[in-house]
């Protein structure tokens, strides 16, 4: 039974375009993450959610708009896709914020054309 | 907010040999120590932790230690086996820390 699951697993779309990326955990976990991991896999924070609270939003444009409809749910919504935003996305949960471990999805791969 | 860096970012090791990667972080307040795994086409995957009340923790061939005072901790592999090879992680944090912040990384690759 997968912990943390992200659909979908790669996500190939034209620029212009809007496209959404689901998350979901079953651990029963109070924060969620969003990262980004370019070509050369830096891990870059995007968002942090607590308890479906946004509490990080980490300089990312405002085409990129997370909803938490619950605790054990965080998409990501990009509109206006742009070539840069290429990249492989996570999803991430933890029992708490800091101090824990988190648990990561599969991971997402957009490509923007 | 917290610098994470870990040196060196790329590390090739004769299978074998043992495999030393470490990590240096900017907030003294940092009590949690862990290091992930990713592997290719996966997330990372946490292997080894270790918080600030122990120096050091050892799990078969895979060691964390901590010097806090100099504010880094490095991860120790030994008799590296090729599925070892993968790119790791660290990502320091303490309770309340909004924003986990991780390393640059580093790719190690075992040799046959």
């Known amino acids: 039974d997968t912990a943390v699951s992200q659909t979908p697993k790669y996500l190939v779309t034209q620029m212009g375009n809007d496209k959404s990326i689901k998350c979901e955990q079953n651990l029963g976990h109070d924060t969620m993450y969003w990262y980004k991991q370019d070509s050369k896999k830096f891990l870059k924070i995007m968002f942090s959610?607590?308890?479906?609270?946004?509490?990080i939003n980490e300089t990312v444009p405002n085409r990129f708009s997370p909803k938490s409809p619950d605790k054990a749910h965080l998409n990501l919504h990009i509109n206006s896709l742009e070539l840069g935003d290429s990249a492989v996305y996570f999803c991430?949960?933890?029992?708490?914020?800091?101090?824990?471990?988190?648990?990561f999805g599969q991971g997402t791969r957009l490509t923007v054309v | 907010g917290e610098n994470v860096e870990q040196h060196p970012s790329t590390l090739s090791v004769q299978e074998g040999d043992s495999a030393v990667i470490k990590c240096t972080y900017s907030?003294?307040?940092?009590?949690?120590f862990p290091w992930y795994k990713q592997e290719l086409g996966k997330g990372p995957q946490l292997i080894i932790d270790i918080r600030s009340n122990v120096g050091e923790k050892k799990d078969q061939r895979i060691a964390v230690t901590l010097n806090k005072t100099a504010k880094h901790f490095s991860l120790h592999i030994t008799e590296t086996q090729p599925e070892d090879s993968a790119v790791y992680f660290c990502a320091p944090s303490n309770f309340g820390n909004e924003k986990l912040t991780f390393g640059t990384g580093t790719r190690l690759t075992i040799i046959p």
């Open positions: 907030d003294s307040a940092s009590n949690y």
């Open positions: 991430a949960s933890s029992p708490q914020t800091g101090g824990s471990e988190a648990f």
């Open positions: 959610y607590n308890n479906k609270e946004l509490i």
